[in-house]
């Protein structure tokens, strides 16, 4: 596999240099010369949640993933939404993001962040992608029929009903040319730079939590940007689970866009990580960040940090135990022995928790220089 060529894909740099300038001057000049009206961003917001989702839910966890399972009518929304992004199609999206993952910060990451900010935002976009028609990757979707109805009529969706669309709506409302701009160019290109975000902001600020050799980061205000995909470093540690942000209070609307289809019926097999092996990863991540300080610290010192780490990863050991213990029991409807073994689970891993935050606390107070 080649890892970059040089040949301009000029389609791309057009569409990518345009776009954004008729979007910000473009609708600017024309509002002020004809008047505002809160239809024209409601349109706007309407659009880019519908799309900006079909991008994050759809293309990336569902299809990309294969984070939960989806109804055909819920498959063929994303892939006509998603269409509308211009982000190619979604076989040709996957195909790329699984090779992202695979081979993350190394020269096969087509957005690789070693080759600087804007490569990874938006440059790597501007040559024409080597793995470009082959999919082996990604044999799975090639067998969709959803996916590969999507892949044959993308330009036309994503024009036609792109700036169709929007155009339309502002027919309506007595100003096609306000619908197109709001709608249609200043929507494609908020959409296209937070879906741009994930591989730039995301691999450069915040804290990598679930993975400390990795360049993804954990950012709660990327996050805010991009639907929830900026607990970047979790999702790179565990790309399976529909969540990206695990905590009830973390912005994600993609992971509440899911559970709903799923109250709804229309989504199911949501795959989540259990939770004393996201805490396992935590630890390790931390403990990879910490461990230079343990060289620092008196001898005593360190030998006293280094056994509660020991006992804390036992604990965890003990816990991810339980919890498969627990889920295997919960499957086989024991149904009082696994509320039993979900308690002694959940000790457990409280246990772990309480040593490791000894142990970081002990760490942290040894200066990170001699
Ligand atoms: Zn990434
Ligand atoms: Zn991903």
């Given at each position: 596999m080649e890892t970059t060529t040089t040949k301009k894909d000029w389609v791309n740099i057009g569409f990518l240099m345009l776009t954004p300038l008729i979007a910000v001057f473009g609708t600017a000049a024309w509002t002020l010369a004809h008047g505002f009206e809160w239809w024209m961003l409601g349109?706007?917001?309407?659009?880019?949640?519908?799309?900006?989702?079909s991008i994050t839910a759809g293309y990336h966890r569902l299809f990309s993933h294969k984070a939960y399972e989806a109804s055909r009518a819920t498959e063929a929304f994303f892939a006509v939404f998603g269409a509308l992004a211009a982000q190619n199609s979604i076989l040709q999206w996957s195909s790329s993001h699984r090779i992202h993952h695979r081979y993350v910060d190394r020269d096969w990451d087509p957005y690789n962040i070693k080759r600087g900010f804007w490569w990874a935002h938006i440059l790597w976009i501007f040559y024409k992608n080597p793995g470009n028609g082959k999919y082996e990757n990604a044999k799975d979707l090639l067998k969709n029929p959803v996916v590969m109805w999507q892949h044959r009529w993308h330009n036309v969706l994503m024009i036609v009903a792109g700036f169709g669309l929007p155009a339309l709506v502002g027919v309506y409302f007595g100003d096609w040319v306000a619908g197109l701009l709001w709608?249609?160019?200043?929507?494609?290109a908020a959409v296209h730079h937070s879906t741009f975000f994930v591989n730039s902001l995301a691999h450069t600020l915040g804290a990598p939590s679930f993975d400390a050799r990795s360049s993804a980061r954990d950012n709660p205000f990327v996050a805010l940007l991009t639907f929830g995909e900026g607990y970047h470093s979790f999702h790179h540690r565990f790309p399976s689970d529909f969540r990206n942000g695990i905590h009830w209070y973390h912005w994600d609307p993609s992971k509440w866009l899911i559970r709903g289809l799923q109250?709804?019926?229309?989504?199911?097999?949501?795959?989540?990580?259990?939770?004393?092996?996201?805490?396992?990863?935590?630890?390790?991540?931390?403990?990879?960040t910490l461990a230079p300080r343990l060289d620092v610290a008196s001898?005593?010192?360190?030998?006293?940090?280094?056994?509660?780490?020991?006992a804390a990863r036992e604990k965890f050991a003990r816990a991810v135990e339980l919890w498969r213990r627990q889920a295997e029991e919960r499957a086989e409807g024991l149904s009082k022995s696994w509320r039993q073994t979900r308690r002694e689970a959940r000790q457990a891993l409280a246990d772990a928790r309480r040593d490791w935050k000894h142990a970081v606390s002990m760490l942290t107070a040894v200066p990170a220089h001699a």
């Open positions: 349109l706007a917001l309407v659009m880019y949640f519908l799309v900006g989702l709608g249609g160019f200043l929507r494609v109250a709804a019926g229309q989504a199911w097999e949501l795959r989540r990580v259990a939770a004393p092996t996201i805490e396992q990863a935590r630890m390790e991540a931390a403990m990879e001898r005593d010192r360190a030998e006293e940090i280094r056994q509660r780490v020991a």
